[in-house]
């Protein structure tokens, strides 16, 4: 691989622990306005079938099927039917009335081989600002969208944009699939806060607390998602107020139900851990939650010294580390796996590491995998034609309700549609085999 490539892989790399483990420093400010609410979305889409397209797609191209010609950021987020695709890109040409000369966020229908601008502003014009982090309703009918400080919900049947919140700096992270309920970082006195606005009752509440309602003592890093009928929350925190016994100095996973008003680890042995835990993600249903870890003591056999993708059963009340070999075997000393998406069955968990013995080159290069729990494998997702794992995989990878499809972002450009030498979304389709794996590769 050319040193150019080599240099922008290890850039990315850098970014894939800005999460984990240390209390990174946060500057988002308080929020000030709470203006408009709104109705929970319908079915406006009719279902069909999303076509064929071979083994790998770029999902961050054009109507034309041109790659973009600037890159495309993470994270991203995708349906899980695998239709829809929202990301964010400083490319001009994925869309001809792009003319902001800004980032901006794209909505990619894979039915329809659209790609089309979606961070507009109420008055129509697009944001100077970056736009970052944006989601789409299940339907494909709201866009949800941050931008200079305030936070803005697109209407893609009726084509209108409303503000939802007004502040400064407000940092949108996640939404319910029927985009009733808006997840989103804030600052509230010294401490960054996980919020949470109901657009059916207009009322924005705090979710980061404890104890009768206590607010944190330190700062919240990741404010995850919410279930679908909006009752639970998780998010990772620093803080060491917000349940009895915290006492391991680092960051938890916690779980705040909404109907009890209680905040709880979100497995019970979380506090007493000697490492911090990370990106915390619950199925729709609230049954599992995957996140990773530093720590050596959440299972038996941790003896790897880096950071495991973990998987909570909370109606067996059971905790199991996910990224392992097909044999069950731990991944290579040292070399961390992080990241984790999991299926709302709980059978197929998505993850990335940087494990050489999890893929068959053994290359020590962040790359994405998929963890089938009932077949007992693990499967290398990003595989080239040039007998290379796909390397340089950031952020989470997402996988569609049945396992078929599994979407990455990676900036590796020996990926044989990559032309661009830039980070892009591609999606990979297990239906399609890679054929015969070669016994090692140079």
């Known amino acids: 691989m050319p040193k150019k490539s080599i240099r922008r892989e290890k850039k990315l790399h850098q970014k894939i622990h800005h999460h984990i483990i240390k209390n990174p420093l946060l500057s988002i400010s308080l929020l000030i306005l709470l203006i408009v609410g709104g109705v929970v979305a319908t079915q406006v889409f009719a279902a069909k079938p999303v076509p064929p397209t071979g083994q790998f797609e770029a999902i961050s191209v054009n109507n034309n099927g041109e790659l973009s010609n600037n890159?495309?950021?993470?994270?991203?987020?995708?349906?899980?039917?695998?239709?829809?695709?929202?990301?964010?890109?400083?490319?001009?040409?994925?869309?001809?009335n792009d003319t902001n000369n800004a980032p901006d966020l794209f909505l990619k229908d894979r039915v329809?081989?659209?790609?089309?601008?979606?961070?507009?502003?109420?008055?129509?014009?697009?944001?100077?600002?970056?736009?970052?982090?944006?989601?789409i309703s299940d339907d494909g009918q709201f866009v949800i969208f941050s931008t200079g400080g305030n936070i803005y919900i697109r209407n893609l049947i009726d084509q209108t944009?409303?503000?939802?919140?007004?502040?400064?700096?407000?940092?949108?992270?996640?939404?319910?699939?029927?985009?009733?309920?808006?997840?989103?970082?804030?600052?509230?006195?010294?401490d960054v806060d996980c919020s949470l606005f109901d657009r059916q009752t207009s009322i924005a509440e705090n979710i980061s607390i404890g104890i009768n309602g206590e607010q944190?003592?330190?700062?919240?890093?990741?404010?995850?998602?919410?279930?679908?009928?909006?009752?639970?929350?998780?998010?990772?925190?620093?803080?060491?107020?917000?349940?009895?016994?915290?006492?391991?100095?680092?960051?938890?996973?916690?779980?705040?139900?909404?109907?009890?008003?209680?905040?709880?680890?979100?497995?019970?042995?979380?506090?007493?851990?000697?490492?911090?835990?990370?990106?915390?993600?619950?199925?729709?249903?609230?049954?599992?939650?995957?996140?990773?870890?530093?720590?050596?003591?959440?299972?038996?056999?941790?003896?790897?010294?880096?950071?495991?993708?973990?998987?909570?059963?909370?109606?067996?009340?059971?905790?199991?580390?996910?990224?392992?070999?097909?044999?069950?075997?731990?991944t290579t000393f040292s070399e961390p796996s992080t990241h984790g998406y999991v299926t709302d069955d709980g059978r197929y968990v998505a993850f990335i590491s940087q494990s050489p013995n999890l893929n068959p080159y053994r290359e020590a290069l962040f790359s994405a995998y998929l963890r089938?729990?009932?077949?007992?494998?693990?499967?290398?997702?990003?595989?080239?034609?040039?007998?290379?794992?796909?390397?340089?995989?950031?952020?989470?990878?997402?996988?569609?309700?049945?396992?078929?499809?599994?979407?990455?972002?990676?900036?590796?450009?020996?990926?044989?549609?990559?032309?661009n030498e830039l980070g892009d979304i591609y999606l990979r389709d297990r239906t399609i085999p890679f054929g015969r794996l070669p016994k090692r590769c140079n």
């Open 71 to 96: 890159g495309t950021n993470d994270p991203f987020h995708m349906t899980k039917d695998a239709r829809f695709f929202v990301f964010e890109s400083n490319s001009s040409n994925l869309d001809p």
């Open 112 to 135: 329809n081989g659209t790609t089309e601008l979606v961070s507009i502003l109420p008055d129509g014009t697009q944001p100077i600002n970056n736009v970052g982090r944006g989601s």
């Open 161 to 190: 944009t409303q503000s939802l919140l007004s502040g400064s700096d407000l940092n949108f992270q996640n939404m319910s699939p029927d985009s009733r309920y808006i997840i989103y970082r804030t600052r509230t006195g010294a």
């Open 216 to 330: 944190g003592n330190n700062d919240v890093h990741d404010c995850g998602n919410i279930t679908d009928d909006g009752r639970y929350v998780v998010f990772s925190s620093g803080a060491s107020n917000l349940v009895p016994n915290d006492t391991n100095n680092t960051s938890d996973v916690f779980i705040r139900d909404r109907v009890t008003s209680t905040t709880t680890f979100a497995f019970p042995s979380l506090g007493h851990t000697e490492g911090g835990q990370a990106f915390p993600y619950i199925t729709n249903d609230g049954r599992f939650i995957v996140f990773y870890s530093g720590s050596s003591n959440l299972v038996s056999g941790d003896t790897n010294s880096t950071s495991d993708v973990f998987l909570i059963d909370r109606q067996l009340s059971t905790i199991e580390r996910v990224s392992i070999t097909n044999n069950e075997g731990e």
């Open 372 to 419: 089938d729990r009932t077949l007992g494998t693990t499967e290398l997702i990003a595989q080239n034609p040039f007998c290379k794992a796909v390397m340089g995989v950031a952020d989470v990878p997402h996988v569609s309700s049945d396992g078929r499809y599994v979407a990455f972002f990676t900036g590796d450009s020996a990926v044989s549609i990559d032309n």
